[in-house]
Every structure is written in C-alpha cells, then in structure tokens.
T-cell receptor
C-alpha cells in the first residue's frame, strides 16, 4: 500500500525567505504526486502535480516541486514566501484502481510566516 | 467551469442523531466523487468513492454510509452519530478517466458531535 510522510509538522519562516517542505512517498509503481494547500476552515486547493516528464514542476502562486525517484521525494519549494502563504500544506500520492484514482495524504505541514 | 458545493458548512449534532451531508458538482458529467474526513490535527482519510450512480466503494469500516442518487450528487449519511464522527468532511470530484485524474475539493463541512 502507498504511504506519504511529511516529517515537518510545523515550520516557521520569515516573509521573503525561501521555503522547502519535505515529502517522502512509498509506492510500488509509477507515482502520481500532488501538493495541495488548505487555508484555515477551507477546502483544499491544488498547487501542482507530477505525472511524468520533467521532474521539476511549476505550480500556482510561485510554488515548484522536484520529483526525485532515487530519494522517493517530492519536496515543495518557493524562493520567497509571502505572508499570505501561511496555511497547511498536504502532499499526496495517487493510485488508480482501474476506475478511480485514490489519494493517500500525508499528515500535513503547517506553515507560519513571520513579518 | 466546474464548481463543487457542500452543505451545510457547519453542523453541530448530538450523539445518536442522524446525519446527512450533501455534495453536488456543476459543469461536468459522470464525475468520480469522493468523501474524505479530516480529524483534528491529522491528514485526510478517504472514506468513500463513487464512479457512477448507485456505485459506492467503502475504504474503511465505520459508522457512515454514502449514496449517489444522481450523477452529480453525493450524500454522506449516518443513522446514529458517535463522538468520533466529529471532523471536517471534504467532498472531491475528478474526471472519470485514467490514472492521472486530478481531484478537486469542495469547501468542506465542519461536523461537531456533542
């Protein structure tokens, strides 16, 4: 069965500083990987996804993520964090049943941004 | 464009009472539909998914059930709520397609069982 580990429960960065959120996955086949962001009390918004091809994927809001098969990682990065980026971030791996794609999520990383 | 709605947004229910949460999708046909639960301080757990009307797959044994009476309507129910049913319930949809389906989430329902 697939699994996702987000080792950092909580991260605090200063506005303007760079950010890297870690994600490690376990999956026997080709992984389909996602990053979602959740603001307090809200649903999840898709930031970016990786299916195949270029291992560096660009997403919305200036985020990017790099897929590294050798490390089973899909870390999320942003060069300069804005105060509005404060939220909870979830990494997920998708597995297809033949008719539906099921997501397994990590436990999330809460990002706090200081001014 | 596609839109996903959930209601109610917030619900407070006593233990032992019934539950009905509704999710509807607009702007697409024959979507895959999903129910997730997010317990406090934890990640999301897939509860049910549906690939068509009347077709429900359950991921974990629990006190809840799901139904899909119409193509774009997905309902989460319980006959008797437990304290452990408290949480944030999210509905999602995806195109009824292949392995690279992307799931899009609704705004969620906050359920508190007292």
């Amino acid at each position: 069965a697939q699994s996702v580990t987000q080792p950092d429960i909580h991260i605090t960065v200063s506005e303007g500083a760079s950010l890297e959120l870690r994600c490690n996955y376990s999956y026997g086949a080709t992984p389909y990987l996602f990053w979602y962001v959740q603001s307090p009390g809200q649903g999840l918004q898709l930031l970016l996804k990786y299916f195949s091809g270029d291992t560096l994927v660009q997403g919305i809001k200036g985020f990017e993520a790099e897929f590294k098969r050798s490390q089973s990682s899909f870390n999320l990065r942003k060069p300069s964090v804005h105060w509005s980026d404060a939220a909870e971030y979830f990494c997920a791996v998708g597995a297809h049943t033949g008719t539906a794609s099921k997501l397994t999520f990590g436990t999330g990383t809460r990002l706090q941004v200081t001014l | 464009s596609q839109t996903i709605h959930q209601w109610p947004a917030t619900l407070v229910q006593p233990v032992g009472s019934p539950l009905s949460l509704e999710c509807t999708v607009e702007g697409t046909s024959n979507p895959n539909l999903y129910w997730y639960r997010q317990a406090a301080g934890r990640g999301l757990q897939l509860l049910f998914y549906s690939v068509g009307i009347g077709q429900i797959s359950s991921e974990v044994p629990q006190n809840l059930s799901a139904s899909r009476p119409q193509d774009r309507q997905f309902i989460l129910s319980s006959k008797k709520l437990l304290l452990s049913d408290s949480g944030f319930y999210l509905c999602a949809w995806s195109v009824h397609g292949g392995p690279t389906d992307t799931q899009y989430f609704g705004p969620g329902t906050r359920l508190t069982v007292l």
